[in-house]
């Protein structure tokens, strides 16, 4: 009998604990600060500048940036860059397909745009829809593709990765 007595009394005991713990718990979180606001002073210039950070839209850093992955590609096994193709013969009456190679898509609901580097001279360039490639216009961006446009005829750059199927530059079908 009084063994029960004296457990019922350490369960009290250990329960009335736990509700001043949940209390004061409940008491620190509600007097916490909201972490996404800030108190604004008058000269606060801190809370003005996270403020206009917010409001920017999001911004990549310049192509020069990416020119690493282009010298030192990560998915090709020895980590440089597919030789150069030899200078191709045209016909001077019809445009050419450009001679560029996608390098990668950016889809966001602010713009998209791709990433495409020169064959021939090794440079890359950033293009959103709607600019112009040497006489092609950007049509169409997609997950891994790009769509050009120049007056009927189109021609579609696929991004060549490893393990899939080579697509070379060419008109569509």
Known sequence: MIRRLVTDQISWALLAGCLVLAVMLTLQI???PD????A???NSQGANAAAT????????PPLTAYQEI???PLFSKDRRPPPAPA????QASTVDVPQYELEGTVLSP??????????RKRELQRLGLGERLDAWTVAEIGEGWLRLEHGERNARLQ??????????????K
């Open 40 to 42: 604004a002073t008058p």
């Open 87 to 90: 200078a191709e013969t045209s």
């Open 35 to 38: 972490p996404g606001v800030t």
């Open 53 to 60: 950070a917010r409001e920017e839209p999001l911004q990549f």
């Open 70 to 72: 282009v010298e030192r």
């Open 30 to 32: 509600a007097d916490a």
């Open 110 to 119: 602010d713009g998209s745009f791709a990433i495409l580097q020169d064959r």
């Open 159 to 172: 991004m060549d990765l490893p393990g899939g199927p080579s697509n070379p530059i060419g008109p569509e």
